[in-house]
Nanobody, 125 residues
Framework: QVQMVESGGDSVQPGGSLRLSCAHS????????VAWFRQAAGKEREGVAT???????TYAAFVKGRFTISKDNAKNTLYLQMNSLKTEDTAMYYC???????????????????WGHGTQVTVSS
């Protein structure tokens, strides 16, 4: 069973930046569709960004150029660079992977079979 471990969450002020990392234990999974999700208190989990096996990237509309998803295949690691953070970005952030390289069908949690335990991001003044 693939293990995924997120890190990099922290408390920052509005306008600040964070870089989240997600390390995969299974080298093959980094070549599948991988994604970042987030879940704020009392809200449903929502997709942030995906990156397919061929490198194709999709962002949720609310990202609006502030976040960048990337991966390092050699390190089996997925990243999320977050800039211009807002209070509404406060949430637990999760990485996830599908069992296929294609990210078709949208950024929906039900399409992803492997999950990390999350890393907390808090944006407040």
């Amino acid at each position: 069973q693939v293990q995924m471990v997120e890190s990099g969450g922290d408390s920052v002020q509005p306008g600040g930046s964070l870089r989240l990392s997600c390390a995969h234990s299974d080298q093959s999974y980094i070549n599948n569709c991988v994604a970042w999700f987030r879940q704020a208190a009392g809200k449903e989990r929502e997709g942030v960004a995906t990156i397919a096996g061929d490198g194709r990237i999709t962002y949720a509309a609310f990202v609006k150029g502030r976040f960048t998803i990337s991966k390092d295949n050699a390190k089996n690691t997925l990243y999320l660079q977050m800039n211009s953070l807002k209070t509404e970005d406060t949430a637990m952030y999760y990485c996830a992977a599908r069992s296929a390289a294609n990210c078709g069908g949208g950024i929906f949690p039900r399409l992803f079979s492997a999950w990390g335990h999350g890393t907390q991001v808090t944006v407040s003044s």
